[in-house]
């Protein structure tokens, strides 16, 4: 037996000196001059990766979102690759139903996550389609880019945002969707229900009215189970046109990160959360 783990022993060794492939030593390099927050924005499952993939010449050191561009120069010029334009993405919210204007059914009590509502019971809200407000998105990002406001809703804060993805797999009702910046025209409702059942759940919930669809250029928007979508590869034909005659609000336009509805959109004044109109329920 010690014969033979001697003879193993050294086939190995031998093994590891003919196999053995020397390490690029700019992965290194490159990898020191990565942010080490591991994200997967870049759409590599580490920094690690991603600095394999730039020497490899796969990737484009400006695919780094966390970085800033100054660094991803810097390494571009270090590998002599030219830096490519990346197009910045960010995440967003289809949904505008904070506690002021959409309508509880049941007060959740339990574990305070969205998914566990979700199975227990749906979370307690009218809409079958709304944001739960209890953080899972907020806890899942890891650069303080999203926070829960005073209606219980996520906000994204754009310029912190590097489209990591981690909200987008948290939220149970894949509400959050990564677009890029230049999306500005944006249905921020995810509701199937059409027209006075839809209002009855939540003031600011898309109505199937189709309003916007006619208002818009050709082809840009068409109605989906009562639910308007915008076809972004016709970008270059977006215009707030379309939000104007919106009854409430549901499609918007966004421009520096401020959210414009349109003329028609139904003012909402009130801030108090609209009353609970059922029951309780307890996952504990």
């Known amino acids: ?7 193993l022993a050294s086939a190995l060794a031998v093994a590891h000196r003919k196999l053995h492939v020397d ?6 390099a490159v990898e020191e001059l990565l942010p080490q927050t591991n994200c997967g924005a870049c759409g590599y499952p580490g920094c690690s990766a991603f600095a394999n993939g730039c020497v490899s010449g796969e990737a484009n050191p400006v695919q780094c979102t966390v970085n800033t561009r100054e ?10 690759v030219e830096l490519g334009q990346e197009i910045r993405k960010v995440a967003r919210l289809a949904c505008a139903g904070g506690k002021h204007v959409a309508r509880m059914r049941a007060l959740y009590r339990g574990v305070e996550s969205c998914r566990a509502a979700v199975v227990t019971g749906g979370g307690g809200k009218a809409c079958a389609w709304g944001c739960l407000g209890l953080g899972d998105c907020e806890r899942s990002c890891d650069f303080d880019a ?3 406001d005073s209606h219980g809703l996520p906000v994204v804060i754009e310029d912190k945002c590097v489209a990591c993805n981690d909200c987008v797999e948290a939220c149970p009702l894949d509400l959050f969707s990564l677009q890029p910046v230049s999306h500005r025209l944006w249905v921020a409702c995810k509701s199937l229900a059409e027209g006075d059942d839809a209002l009855a759940d939540c003031e600011v919930a898309c109505t199937g009215c189709g309003r916007c669809a ?3 250029p050709e082809g840009l928007i068409r109605m989906e189970n009562h639910l308007a979508v915008v076809d ?3 970008n270059l034909l977006a215009t707030s046109l379309p939000t104007q005659r919106c009854p409430t609000g549901a499609i918007v336009w966004l421009e520096d990160q401020k959210t414009q509805k349109g003329a028609a959109a139904k003012r909402i004044i009130r801030q108090d959360p609209l009353p609970i109109e059922a029951h309780f329920y307890d996952q504990t």
């Open 232 to 234: 972004y590869s016709k």
């Open 214 to 216: 006619a208002d818009a």
């Open 146 to 148: 999203i926070y829960m």
């Open 71 to 80: 660094m991803s120069a810097y390494i571009a010029q270090m590998l002599g």
């Open 1 to 7: 037996m010690g014969g033979l783990g001697v003879l």
């Open 23 to 28: 390490e690029d030593p700019r992965i290194e």
